[in-house]
């Protein structure tokens, strides 16, 4: 089977990676391949409980989320991805700690407490009353991490090309473009998808590691190359590059929340992803015969990556999806 796979960010190239496995001739097309796209502007997080708890758009798809995560121990080794296992903070005055007390009992979790003091630089609220709450069932890629994941593609036999995909080379088509819509005519459910920009800062001469801080309306994560804090959701902007007001105004947020940050050098990067009304992708057959659809991440592509590429495989081999194919059915938006 020849399988073009249109897009090199996380979704197209675990598409990629196990379509491959499947023993599918794999094309991998996108003009970003030099790590331009959303899914190396981002932090890695694979932090269901977290996203649940802080962003009303998900938190009736824990289950989903947490079932992505089962899936990432095995994803990592199998392709040299390291994980951080260190878990965050859920930071903030006592009315926002009560709250997120209170949503993650409806859960069934208890949060404990969490010692700020372990990062004063960062999260120095505490001559204020803010504290934390610690979260450790969260896991984080490094973005990165990307060129291992092509790395990976390579080794398996995938071809990486920049060039534009011509229709009718291929056998099968996997749409994998996030807030493009090049391919609507091959895809008409590209059309559920709202474009959403995201600015993300790097200190790179701040060394900070230890668990995720997630402050409200701004997180700090350790990395490789300094600290990422981040990130701004731009409904509707699809317009690619930094703006760098924009930018200024998440590091004015990202001081409010940790002043360790104030007077500190950042670089700014920015990447458009997409969104479907409910916040899952579209995972799925197309209307369109020969098309696969793999796209509309929102902000958890990262999480979502090894089982988007899992049930990509299976629909391209007549196999059953598996048990979430009807909550990320792309055409659950047709009218």
């Known amino acids: 089977m020849r399988v073009a796979v249109a897009g090199a960010g996380v979704f197209g190239l675990a598409s990629a990676l196990s379509l491959a496995r499947a023993g599918a001739v794999v094309t991998v097309h996108d003009p970003g391949l030099d790590q331009s796209n959303a899914s190396a502007v981002a932090a890695g997080m694979l932090a269901p409980l977290s996203e649940a708890l802080t962003d009303p758009t998900v938190a009736p798809h824990l289950d989903l989320l947490m079932a992505a995560q089962d899936l990432w121990s095995d994803f990592a080794a199998t392709h040299g991805l390291e994980l951080d296992r260190s878990g965050a903070v859920l930071v903030g005055d006592d009315a926002r700690r009560s709250a997120l007390s209170a949503a993650a009992a409806e859960l069934g979790v208890s949060l404990p407490a969490a010692d700020t ?198 629909l391209a081999l007549g196999e059953a999806p598996g048990p979430w194919a009807a909550r990320l059915n792309p055409r659950r938006f047709a009218t």
């Open 117 to 314: 003091a372990a990062a004063p630089a960062l999260a120095g609220k505490g001559a204020r009353g803010w504290g934390g709450l610690r979260v450790p069932g969260d896991w984080r890629a490094d973005a990165a991490d990307l060129r291992l994941l092509i790395q990976a593609a390579q080794g398996l036999g995938v071809t990486l090309v920049s060039e534009p995909l011509r229709p009718g080379e291929q056998d099968l088509l996997v749409v994998a473009t996030g807030a493009s819509r090049d391919f609507l005519d091959a895809a008409p459910e590209l059309a559920a998808l709202t474009p959403i920009r995201g600015h993300i800062l790097r200190y790179g001469a701040l060394d900070y590691q230890g668990p995720v801080l997630r402050g409200p309306g701004a997180y700090a994560a350790p990395s490789r190359h300094g600290l990422l804090v981040g990130a701004t959701m731009e409904v509707g902007e699809g317009r690619e590059g930094v703006d760098l007001e924009v930018a200024a105004g998440l590091a004015v947020q990202a001081e409010a929340v940790f002043p360790g940050l104030i007077g500190r050098a950042w670089t700014a990067a920015a990447g458009v992803r997409a969104a479907t009304p409910d916040g899952l992708p579209l995972v799925g057959l197309s209307a369109n015969p020969g098309v696969i659809l793999a796209c509309g991440a929102r902000r958890n592509g990262w999480l979502l990556a090894p089982l988007v590429g899992a049930m990509v495989a299976a």
